[in-house]
């Protein structure tokens, strides 16, 4: 069934929510799981979360409601400041009970914390879907929405299905409601159904009634109406119901009248309750009535009990009882059948494996199903067998239809020594005897029953009669249920499973394999304690079976976190993190991610991804929206020695010095986040030097040198990204793959970015950057006359930044030499070096000027130095110094510069960074069709990239789906745009376009301001396609109109929209020549 998990808006949500349970002991335990589904968003922040055993046994589900809803009353009556319960609470409350009910034999936390093979998509925190959280999900998101205040009571030992939101009418409703789901005839008769009218009142309610009867109540469809658990009660009957825990004797249902001392009555919800409320009974006919599984009226009791139903029917009789049935709607109750419970875990969910690892995934069949476990080496489960909270080691054969279930590696010992057949249920449970905490093992097969009698021909031990067990083993039958003639014998009491033993301690896995195969002897059996599996269930250990199945959760996610990383496996990690964090389980997970970064020295892009996993566990133990944002400075001078380790190298004990640090920050959320910030800094520096590996491409030869005080210039164009931008992107370039469409421009005539060098007889470095348009342009002028003035080469907004990267990346000095500045200039190039770059565009145009521009500085360079180079050499020196620079970024920006016309150009998801340029050859008219229709307009906001840049990879290190995804949708969309491009398709052009900004802004959310927005609006009657240019957030708009030579028209439009603010609009020249060399006066000088 579809899992929706978490609530919605719209969905109800609870004022309270109560769990009844019949053990006192299990009041702890699931007190804790309520509150984990509270963490990880399942049940309202706000709601009560109560937990309340029954005051004493064999109360009933009637019972257990009256006593539930006065505890809820009470704790909302407290909260409100009153000192005694009152109805007035009820006014305004939504509340939920959920009865646990009996002991289940499949699971000894009772049905309700059955872990089932369902995964629910996109969690916020990874957790497992229970039988409970199934329940919840189905009332919470379908059945119970919009409904007014009132209670709501459920039974937690079914499953419920719905296919969609039940619309029901709740206008005006007063009453008692009951929802049923369809059922057949035959499995009703040993169920419940209802009788119901005409108009959906119900007449009557059948308890194990003749199919004869039961047929009176089939429904057109011909189903029958199951008495199927939920029930809802509106305010003035809730009130009603809680009147009674002051009225003898129903006082003796509640934990008040118990501590009163009045004495416990046994009470249905169905069969007392609801039944007082049915049409076709009189008051006789409902007092006096015997029914199946009631206290009877005529009994030892049946004055407590006629005197109990006597309050109820003056109390409730008149109130109406109506019924909504959901034909397409599911019921599926766990009952004791073993072969049922297998074949419900094979059949939910898709997947094998839940919340589990396996080393050796081939050898677990498809169609079987492993939940919560961890299996070393070769474990075969087969087609149709289930392991659930396991953790074993191979070899080891689990055959099809076994279930085995609490195993711990203990086990995997006597498992491989242990002839398994086919459908055979091994369980170990948790137990405590007095203060005796034990593992006892039981063993049936799944065709058992439970309740037959033994000596019936339904009763039958590993799917065998009891004949065959009694003469293969030796056992005589007074030593499983006595002597006494009267007592009961069936399965359930068998006293088979030996415990502990005087003279050798607890008795392990071996006593199972006695009874499987006869290995060891009957005296050592005889000499044991044993214990039969209903005792077994009663004794059960619940906080310690629950603290188990946690141990293995946590440890099979360390695990799966591993591989993940290890693997570059596309697995968000994100939830895990979260529930280690919520359940105090980060310091293994943090010694797991430690033990990965420092083993990864052979792939980089491994140990950055997961210092980026480590900054997350900070992140959420400071707690979200708390310490600060997660973006920020990371250069605090006690983080500077693990820093400085990596940059040089040294792997392994850089991520040693970063954990020695981490403990000292761990105290606070404001310093937790700062941590998180300098993780992603050391992160960054591994991400750089895996980049970096992009200069195995760069390739330069040394020839003559010109003459000093020759000029080599060269101008470049800006480049449009038409689709596939973001997966240039490291790391997603090398860790998913980049492919990216753009084309090379000139804006208003002109190639917009330039660079010119030249020899100088001075021995020193001059750098002139100059940026803007003439008339408003600023220029920066350096001089670098020692080897520390390079020293700022790394910090991007230092003056003459980017020109000293150049003369660094370049190799026109070395900033290790022992040699001075001046030196190495004299003996490498035989004086200086004058060096200008220049751009015509406003920064952050979002044309990609700073990559081209360092494509042009460094050509200019190479061509002054004697070097030859070629444009692929020059894209990857592009990403090297852009790393040296510490300002990241992708490829593509300097492929659409450097390299002319349209082009398709891909990066393989591989180590080292290798980016190849296809240009693309399209019909002959193609061309001027599409400069005709070109247009560029100036928004007048300024892009600010660097703090989408770093959501982008922190959000691609998580493997966030939908980052995911739309990386995968930016590479078919790139490739799907140069298909439109070859065969001249500009309506395809413009829908790639469209779509490649929709994949922006799910990319980096916040990168369309709301001017954008409207220009974008105003202007889409007239285009093809739209898209800001570059990452978004500000910058240049390019559109492609339908229509050529709109330039009028656009500004036309724009002038006439309201709240633009300055913007322009600007022709674009397609450039096919990329980077070109300038031929002029070579000693002129500028």
Not at 314 to 339: E, K, M, N, Q
Not at 591 to 596: H, T
Request: proline residues 5%; charged residues 20%; glycine residues 10%.
């Amino acid at each position: 069934m579809p899992f929706k998990g978490a609530q919605s808006p719209g969905d109800p949500a609870w004022t309270v929510v109560v769990l009844t349970c019949q053990h006192k002991d299990s009041v702890y335990a699931f007190q804790r799981e309520l509150e984990v589904r509270q963490q990880r968003g399942l049940l309202p922040p706000g709601a009560l979360l109560l937990t309340v055993a029954d005051p004493k046994e064999r109360l009933g589900s009637g019972g257990a409601t009256l006593n539930a809803l006065l505890v809820a009353a009470e704790h909302l009556s407290a909260r409100a400041g009153y000192t005694v319960v009152t109805a007035d609470v009820l006014d305004t409350a939504h509340i939920l009970i959920l009865h646990t009910g009996r002991d289940f034999p499949w699971d000894g936390c009772s049905r309700a914390f059955c872990w089932m093979p369902v995964t629910v998509a996109e969690q916020c925190v990874e957790g497992p879907v229970c039988c409970l959280d199934m329940l919840l999900d189905c009332l919470s998101n379908k059945m119970c929405v919009g409904s007014p205040p009132g209670v709501w009571v459920c039974s937690t030992d079914m499953i419920l299905s719905l296919p969609s939101t039940q619309n029901m009418s709740w206008k005006d409703f007063s009453g008692v409601r009951v929802v049923s789901l369809p059922g057949d005839v035959p499995f009703a008769a040993h169920h419940g159904v209802y009788l119901t009218d005409a108009e959906g009142g119900v007449r009557d309610i059948i308890y194990r009634g003749s199919e004869e009867i039961i047929r009176t109540a089939a429904m057109p469809d011909g189903k029958v109406p199951m008495v199927s658990g939920p029930v809802f009660f509106s305010r003035d009957v809730s009130e009603k119901l809680l009147q009674t825990h002051v009225t003898p004797p129903l006082d003796g249902c509640t934990y008040l009248g118990m501590d009163s001392g009045a004495p416990p009555v046994q009470i249905s919800l169905f069969l007392d309750i609801l039944k007082s409320l049915c049409s076709d009974l009189t008051e006789t006919e409902f007092v006096n009535g015997e029914r199946p599984g009631c206290s009877s009226p005529l009994g030892p009791q049946g004055a407590a009990v006629r005197s109990a139903r006597s309050v109820l029917w003056r109390t409730l009789r008149g109130v109406a009882l109506s019924l909504v049935y959901i034909p397409d709607g599911g019921y599926d109750y766990l009952t004791s059948s073993g072969t049922e419970h297998v074949i419900r875990l094979t059949e939910a969910g898709r997947d094998r494996q839940t919340l589990s690892h396996i080393q050796e995934l081939q050898c677990v069949s498809e169609a079987s199903r492993v939940i919560n476990s961890v299996l070393e080496g070769a474990v075969h489960v087969a087609t149709g067998a289930v392991l659930q909270h396991c953790h074993l080691q191979g070899p080891l054969q689990v055959h099809s239809g076994c279930l085995l279930s609490g195993l711990d590696l203990a086990s995997s010992a006597y498992m491989q020594g242990t002839p398994l057949t086919s459908d055979i249920i091994i369980q170990g449970h948790r137990v405590q005897l007095g203060e005796l905490k034990l593992t006892v093992f039981t063993v049936f097969g799944a065709h058992d029953s439970l309740e037959a009698p033994s000596d019936g021909t339904a009763g039958s031990f590993l799917n065998k009669s009891w004949s065959h067990f009694f003469s293969h083993s030796g056992i005589d039958p007074e030593e499983l249920w006595g002597a006494q003639s009267g007592a009961r014998r069936c399965l359930l009491d068998a006293r088979l499973f030996p415990v502990f033993r005087p003279q050798g301690g607890a008795v392990g896995l071996e006593g199972v394999r006695f009874l499987l195969c006869g290995s060891g002897s009957a005296e050592s059996w005889r000499a044991a304690w044993r214990l039969s599996l209903r005792e077994v269930l009663s004794l059960t250990d619940q906080q310690g079976e629950l603290r188990w199945r946690e141990e293995l959760f946590f440890s099979a996610g360390r695990r799966r976190a591993v591989d993940t990383l290890k693997c570059h496996a596309d697995h968000n990690l994100l939830p895990s993190i979260r529930a280690a964090v919520l359940a105090g389980q980060q310091g293994a997970l943090l010694e797991a991610l430690d033990s990965v970064a420092s083993g990864s020295s052979g792939d980089l892009g491994v140990a950055a991804r997961t210092l980026a996993c480590i900054a997350d566990v900070l992140g959420s133990l400071a707690g979200e929206g708390h310490g600060g944002l997660r973006s920020g400075p990371a250069a605090n001078p006690s983080w500077a020695p693990a820093f400085s380790l990596l940059e040089q190298g040294k792997l392994a004990a850089g991520v040693q010095e970063l954990a020695n640090q981490r403990v000292a920050w761990l105290s606070r959320p404001d310093l937790l986040v700062r941590a998180a910030r300098h993780y992603e800094g050391a992160g960054q520096i591994l991400l750089r030097k895996a980049v970096m590996s992009a200069r195995e491409f760069v390739f330069t030869s040394q020839a003559d040198m010109p003459p000093l005080g020759e000029w080599q210039e060269v101008e470049c164009p800006a480049r449009l990204d038409l689709s596939g931008g973001w997966s240039d992107t490291p790391p997603i370039a090398f860790e998913h793959g980049g492919v990216v469409m753009n084309v090379a421009v000139r804006v208003d005539g002109r190639r917009p970015i330039g660079a010119k060098a030249r020899r100088v007889a001075e021995p020193r470095l001059f750098l002139v950057s100059t940026s803007g348009a003439a008339g408003c342009s600023l220029t920066s002028r350096v001089v670098c006359e020692t080897l520390a003035d390079l020293d700022d080469h790394c910090q991007p907004h230092a003056p003459g930044a980017l020109l000293k990267a150049v003369c660094v990346c370049s190799d026109v000095v070395c900033l290790s030499s022992p040699l001075s500045l001046e030196q190495q200039l004299l003996q490498l190039w035989g004086g200086g070096l004058e060096l200008h770059s220049w751009s015509l565009l406003p920064h952050g145009s979002g044309l990609g000027t700073s990559s081209i521009l360092a494509g042009a500085a460094l050509a200019a360079v190479y061509r002054c130095t004697g070097r030859s180079y070629d444009t692929s050499s020059l894209i990857h020196a592009v990403l090297h110094l852009e790393q040296i620079l510490t300002t990241g970024g992708g490829w593509q920006d300097q492929v659409g510069g450097l390299v002319g016309g349209l082009k398709l150009s891909r990066s393989r998801a591989a180590l080292p960074l290798r980016v190849d340029v296809e240009q693309l050859a399209v019909p002959p008219d193609f061309l001027a069709a599409l400069q005709g229709r070109l247009l560029l307009v100036y928004t007048g906001k300024t892009r600010l990239a660097r703090n989408l840049l770093q959501d982008v990879v922190r959000n691609w290190y998580s493997r966030l789906p939908s980052i995911v995804q739309n990386a995968k949708e930016l590479v078919s969309n790139a490739e799907a745009c140069a298909q439109a491009c070859t065969e001249g398709s500009l309506p395809g052009l413009g829908a790639c376009i469209d779509r490649y900004w929709q994949q922006k802004k799910a990319m980096a959310p916040g990168c369309e301001p709301a001017a954008v927005r409207t220009m974008m609006n105003a202007l889409r009657p007239l285009t093809l396609g739209q898209s800001l240019a570059g990452a978004g957030g500000g910058g240049f708009l390019f559109i492609l109109t339908r229509d050529a030579h709109q330039e009028e028209k656009v500004q036309q439009i724009l002038r006439s929209t309201q709240g633009l603010g300055d913007f322009s609009v600007h022709s674009v020249e397609l450039d096919t020549d990329g980077i070109t060399v300038l031929q002029r006066n070579t000693r002129q000088s500028q």
